[in-house]
């Protein structure tokens, strides 16, 4: 009887609303179609949220940005709005609800974002652009509160690590191969990869900045496959990732991202050597002195490179250090001059959060601009995820978000030495590794705050406190 009664109610809802949506069609209201299926999102979010973050984890590779909805407003569909409901999501589960695991703030990362997005809100008041400052906070917020502190608690299970991952995997190999079909048409030149994975990704340096983070990941899941008893399907299908992953990033032409690659690969040759975090933390002062007594010869060798970016992966990467007529590369040299300059005018406080594109402007120098010098924030910023900062939101903005890297790799390399279980330190070390290829690539790109980045960001974040906080014991490896 109560099951006649649930039948009756649910074909009554359906054709109530089949009968409403025909008459708001008649009356011009297109819209009304939408409703259940914003819903059943909404309803997922609240009750559900770890699926909307492992759906988003597929969808943000395949999501396409839109400069001007109207308003000087732009989106990226369809994930915005759903990252925009998970914040929301977040926020009712810290207060109304109180179902979280507020472990997860003890946890030495978390304190360490907490200080910087606590400079940055605090910084906002100081901005000379109050309302860019505001927009910029608010979405970093949104970017931390789906893919950190939801994510840490979903990776409470360590499958759903390999499922994110592999989820969005998924979503770069249908990029990968869409790339591939339209460049094959112009037989691979370089001169069309700056643009060929659009609408997906605005350039090829994002692009390749995406590839190279999860090509650690596949590659020691390759490696390491007996011991982490990988089935032969699931070992064939990595493999082929693996290789497609990495003539992604060979045909993407981006030299940044070949190099930290490799830089990727130093750092995995030290962990596999037992060289200790202290170790080289301890040796970074002294590299960054030998750099700096050595200045003038580096910059005279680099000064008689001539080879411009050009046809060719040997020239092309062979153009890296040219900063004698290498556009690219002196327009590089112009912005970061630029960021110095304004740091000059406000050390302390920055310009304000987001607001670098719009000021740098009138601090570049004549001596350094270029042909395609621009005053109006219309081709790139900074191009690095630090001196970006130290211009926006002065020195402390800087250095709160080395913490939060130091923190980090700290943890991780912890985790690393210390653990007995082959998972975990697999999934520590690739991460690590993939982190480090975004923070090497970071020294000549800015993309922290897309989302194709931010989800890689802070999600790798999250997976090194999820490792700490729920499947980490700590014995001496």
């Not at 709005?81 to 003890?106: C, H, Q, S, W």
């Not at 210390?418 to 690539?441: C, D, M, R």
């Amino acid at each position: 009887m109560e099951l006649k009664q649930s039948q009756n109610w649910f074909y009554g809802v359906g054709i109530g609303f089949i009968l409403l949506n025909a008459i708001a069609l008649m009356l011009g209201f297109d819209w009304l179609g939408v409703v259940p299926i914003a819903a059943l999102v909404l309803l997922t979010a609240v009750f559900r949220s770890d699926l909307l973050i492992l759906l988003l984890s597929f969808i943000i590779p395949l999501s396409i940005e839109f400069d001007n909805i109207g308003g000087g407003l732009g989106i990226s569909l369809p994930d915005e709005p759903l990252l925009i409901l998970l914040t929301a999501t977040v926020l009712f589960k810290f207060i109304i609800d109180g179902n979280y695991d507020y472990r997860v703030f003890r946890q030495p990362i978390t304190i360490a974002i907490f200080i910087n997005i606590a400079w940055l809100i605090f910084d906002t008041f100081f901005s000379t652009m109050v309302v860019v400052s505001i927009k910029f906070v608010i979405a970093r917020i949104w970017y931390i509160t789906t893919f950190y502190f939801l994510t840490v608690v979903l990776f409470k299970n360590i499958k759903n690590i390999h499922a994110f991952l592999w989820l969005h995997i998924s979503g770069l190999v249908i990029v990968v191969f869409y790339t591939f079909v339209k460049h094959s048409q112009y037989d691979f030149a370089q001169i069309v990869s700056f643009t060929i994975m659009q609408p997906f990704y605005v350039g090829h340096g994002v692009y390749a900045a995406a590839l190279a983070f999860f090509i650690p990941y596949l590659f020691l899941n390759v490696v390491y496959a007996f011991r982490l008893k990988i089935p032969s399907w699931l070992l064939a299908i990595t493999i082929a990732t693996l290789i497609i992953f990495v003539l992604g990033v060979i045909f993407s032409y981006t030299r940044a991202a070949w190099i930290s690659l490799a830089g990727g690969v130093g750092l995995l040759i030290l962990i596999w050597l037992k060289i200790r975090f202290k170790v080289l933390i301890m040796a970074l002062p002294s590299l960054v002195l030998l750099i700096f007594i050595n200045s003038d010869e580096i910059i005279y060798r680099l000064s008689l490179n001539k080879q411009n970016s050009s046809e060719g992966f040997d020239r092309h990467l062979e153009s890296v250090s040219n900063i004698n007529n290498d556009v690219s590369n002196l327009e590089r040299v112009n912005r970061y001059v630029a960021a110095i300059n304004m740091n000059k005018v406000k050390p302390f406080f920055g310009f304000g959060p987001g607001t670098y594109s719009f000021q740098y402007g009138v601090y570049q120098e004549p001596e350094f601009e270029t042909p395609i010098t621009t005053y109006f924030g219309d081709n790139g910023t900074c191009h690095s995820e630090y001196l970006g900062p130290l211009a926006e939101s002065g020195w402390l903005g800087l250095f709160t978000f080395l913490a939060i890297i130091y923190v980090a790799y700290s943890v991780g390399y912890k985790i690393i030495f210390k653990t007995q279980n082959i998972e975990v330190k697999i999934l520590a070390t690739s991460t690590l590794v993939g982190l480090s290829t975004f923070l090497i690539h970071g020294l000549l790109n800015n993309y922290s705050e897309t989302d194709k980045i931010a989800i890689i960001l802070w999600g790798s974040f999250a997976i090194i406190t999820a490792l700490k906080q729920y499947h980490f014991e700590e014995t001496e490896g």
